[in-house]
């Protein structure tokens, strides 16, 4: 039976006390409030961060971590740190996603991500009294795949309830969440070497997912000198927050475990934007421990079901994988620094901002009893078919780790080729990449193919051993033409994408040698740019085809080259392979397109005698 | 049909409720459809049987001795976003009331609900109600028929924008006391509520 029974409603001026702490039935809108130095505890606005570094980037620099750490001795190793040596790190991470859904968890209001500020809002969502959540059960839809990406265990039945604090972004003075029966509990998440976890953790690293929970997001605030400003269109827009048990040891592993939760949640359609775009946001909790410490030193917290970890501390808000990782190796330092001189660490939450080498107090810690969670009485338990449950496990997308393997094992793609094409554009370089590669393979062997590339994709005599052989190629237009071309034409930008059969033509001419490489980057822009002309049209009028040039030809021009370029040459008779692949250049720059490279490599190594002498 | 409903809860409760001896001599029977004759409910009327001062007066711990300390009443003031006492005597009265509030709850605590599932609140439980409930791939038909699904690797998108419903149709702005632009504004020093 509850206490929150109106028969137990007190009289004296301290009812509003209790009835507060114990009894908080209806929803008040609090308009009027103290402001207190805290974090806002929604998804942080977007803000630029290190993640609008080019991916490609980021990967070169992931390749290079791990080349130098191979090449890293024993020794070096220990003497990195030796306080690392003494003291064990330990992470968990709490990770919240905005799910992409059409409308809010509890009302018919739309979501939205830039609308204008307090259009998209229902009576509910701004905590009028007397109003009722109304559960969109289309917001199951993105969760459960969250829930079944992560190899979650599906509740049937699950509960909301309410967590309380008071704080202008909430209007209700609680926010709905699920804290007693969560929809999905016992995950986890498999981190591998490419991933770019800690070479220390070897080959991979299972991180367990303890829960799932979904709960609603908070109103955005804006902090002006006098007054805030709060725009209720994100209010009650439908969130999960994935919770993972405290077992990773290191702040790399850290941050490539949140990158990992992020390239799932966007492959399975559960999320629209990522954390560059405020879509995610990151909790850490951090705690450091002796390695070896037995007896009365033996750190004695314990959360999660894991005991014997040091006390540890949360760090907020987290908006990038680098303010993860730097975050959490600050804070590490810090509790060392502090233990080590004989302190104590306090249970607090902490902050970040980007560049800082320390973190901030931000608040002492609330116990969990100072929320005072309560089942929301206003919600019915959510009860999910066993039915629902197979069909979307049955029509999951595929997920990276599966496509990774695939592209490298399969198709010989380069790791780092392979992630790019997973990565960038949301799946849709894959995608268009799939497409290609189909539609070239069909191209080939028919002349005239009139189906769609959909069709294609699932034409079944198309198999991916016919695939294997044009897989490198598809793959280097996909990814460096494709972006070289929309990167030189506005025009094209917008047309590369739709069109994927353009590269198809482009490529099936390049693979029967019908026109050059050079040609093919040529005719691969004109062909975007004038939507609507037959690749081969185009061919003619511009005079690409490559023409049989004789031997005569190629030779007296290597020949020209090689007068005009005599010191050059020299340089190549002694075996400088770059000054070959000058004269190569500029044989196929002056032939303007009709040069085939192998040819005149030929030609040259022949005139210079390379490799003979 | 609202009979129905009040009888079931009074049902649950009781299944739910296991009184301790001390409080069920506290609560006035319940009183089924085997009470018919009118005798039988005045005599039960003509006296009380318990009274709301007695959750209030009978503990083990003395009135006079303070449960709450003042730190512990300011945080739980903080907690609950009211205003500190403005003086001693406001104080005093403060932690007076919450003592006696406390002891009321305290009474409810002894009620022995061992492997008691606790009541949220009053719904149809029935293995009907709770089938009609469930959330199948038939209560999402029209969701997942939005979705869109190609290439061979099962990629989800999402074909039209929803569409703006009734619920969306109303000035946010109407109630607020302060507007900055389409915002909402708050001081950031208001006095206390």
């Known amino acids: ?613 | 049909m609202a009979a129905r409903w009040m009888e079931r809860g009074m049902l649950m409760a009781r299944q739910r409720l296991h009184f301790t001896p001390s409080f069920t001599r506290l609560v006035r029977p319940y009183v089924g459809p085997a009470a018919k004759h009118v005798k039988d409910i005045e005599l039960m009327l003509a006296e009380p049987s318990w009274s709301v001062n007695s959750l209030f007066t009978s503990h083990h711990s003395p009135a006079t001795e303070s449960q709450v300390s003042k730190k512990q009443l300011h945080h739980l003031l903080r907690l609950s976003a009211l205003p500190l006492p403005a003086n001693e005597a406001e104080e005093a009265k403060m932690l007076k009331d919450l003592e006696s509030q406390l002891r009321f709850v305290q009474a409810i605590q002894r009620v022995d609900t061992d492997g008691v599932e606790p009541l949220v609140s009053l719904r149809d439980e029935t293995e009907e109600a709770t089938k009609e409930s469930e959330v199948t791939v038939d209560t999402l038909k029209e969701d997942f028929a939005k979705e869109t699904v190609t290439g061979i690797r099962g990629r989800i998108g999402r074909s039209d924008p929803a569409k703006k419903e009734e619920e969306e149709d109303w000035d946010a702005l109407a109630c607020a006391p302060k507007t900055v632009g389409r915002y909402i504004a708050l001081d950031n020093k208001v006095s206390a509520p």
């Not at chain 1, 207190?36 to 606005?45: K, N, W, Y």
């Not at chain 1, 990773?248 to 475990?257: D, V």
């Not at chain 1, 393979?441 to 005599?461: F, H, I, M, N, W």
């Open chain 1, 1 to 613: 039976m509850s206490i929150a029974s109106p028969a137990l409603r007190l009289r004296t001026n301290s009812d509003q006390l209790l009835s507060r702490l114990l009894t908080p039935l209806l929803p008040k809108p609090i308009l009027s409030w103290r402001l207190v130095q805290q974090v806002p505890r929604g998804l942080g606005t977007a803000t630029l961060s290190d993640s609008d570094v080019p991916y490609r980037n980021q990967l070169k620099k992931e390749a290079k971590r791990r080349r130098a750490v191979k090449h890293l001795s024993n020794e070096e190793t220990e003497k990195k740190d030796a306080r690392l040596e003494k003291w064990e790190l330990t992470v968990g991470i709490e990770v919240h996603a905005q799910l992409n859904t059409e409308r809010k968890l509890f009302s018919r209001a739309r979501t939205s991500i830039d609308a204008e500020p307090n259009s998209h809002v229902a009576v509910f969502d701004l905590a009028y009294p007397g109003t009722q959540p109304n559960f969109q059960k289309a917001t199951l839809i993105p969760a459960l795949r969250a829930a079944i990406a992560f190899n979650c265990t599906i509740q049937r039945r699950s509960r909301f309830d309410r967590k309380h604090y008071f704080y202008p972004d909430q209007p209700a003075g609680y926010q709905i969440t699920q804290y007693y029966e969560p929809y999905a509990k016992n995950g986890s998440i498999i981190l591998y070497d490419h991933d770019g976890i800690d070479p220390e953790d070897g080959h991979s690293v299972t991180i367990a997912i303890k829960q799932i929970q979904m709960e609603q997001d908070t109103a955005k605030t804006i902090q002006q000198d006098s007054v805030t400003l709060l725009d209720f269109n994100r209010v009650s827009h439908p969130l999960i927050e994935i919770i993972t048990l405290p077992q990773i040891h290191s702040p790399q592993t850290a941050a490539a475990c949140v990158k990992k939760i992020q390239a799932t949640l966007q492959a399975v359609n559960a999320v629209t934007t990522g954390m560059e775009m405020g879509g995610l946001r990151a909790d850490v909790n951090v705690s450091v421990r002796l390695r070896d410490c037995p007896g009365e030193l033996a750190a004695s917290s314990s959360y999660s079901g894991i005991t014997g970890l040091g006390q540890r501390t949360e760090i907020k808000n987290l908006s990038s994988f680098k303010a993860v990782e730097d975050a959490i190796i600050a804070e590490r330092d810090r509790q060392i620094e502090v233990l080590e001189s004989g302190g104590v660490i306090e249970g607090e939450t902490r902050g970040w901002t980007l560049g800082n080498t320390a973190t901030t107090r931000l608040r002492g810690k609330e116990g969990e009893v100072d929320y005072r969670y309560m089942p929301d009485p206003d919600l019915a338990p959510i009860i999910i078919s066993e039915e629902l449950i197979t069909h979307i496990s049955d029509t999951l997308p595929e997920l990276p780790d599966t496509s990774l393997k695939e592209l490298v094992d399969d198709f010989k793609l380069t790791l780092k080729d392979a992630k790019t094409l997973i990565s960038i554009d949301d799946g849709k370089r894959l995608a268009y990449f799939d497409q290609v590669l189909a539609g070239l393979v069909k191209a080939l062997r028919a002349e005239e193919y009139q189906g769609t590339l959909e069709q294609c994709l699932r034409d079944p005599s198309i198999t991916k051993a016919d695939k294997v052989e044009y897989a490198r190629l598809v793959a280097n237009w996909a990814i460096h033409e494709y972006g070289s071309v929309t990167a030189s034409s506005e025009s094209a930008s917008v047309t590369a994408e739709k069109r994927p059969i353009v590269l198809v033509h482009v490529l099936q001419y390049l693979v029967k040698k019908k026109i050059t490489g050079q040609s093919a980057k040529k005719l691969f822009l004109l062909a975007l740019e004038t939507p609507g002309r037959p690749v081969g049209e185009l061919i003619k009028e511009e005079n690409l085809e490559l023409k049989d040039i004789p031997r005569a030809e190629y030779l007296r021009m290597a020949q020209g080259l090689i007068d005009a370029n005599q010191e050059t040459a020299e340089k190549v008779r002694k075996g400088h392979q770059g000054k070959l692949m000058w004269f190569v250049g500029q044989m196929m720059k002056d032939g303007k397109g009709s040069i085939e490279a192998q040819r005149a490599k030929e030609v040259l190594e022949e005139l210079l005698a390379v490799g003979s002498s």
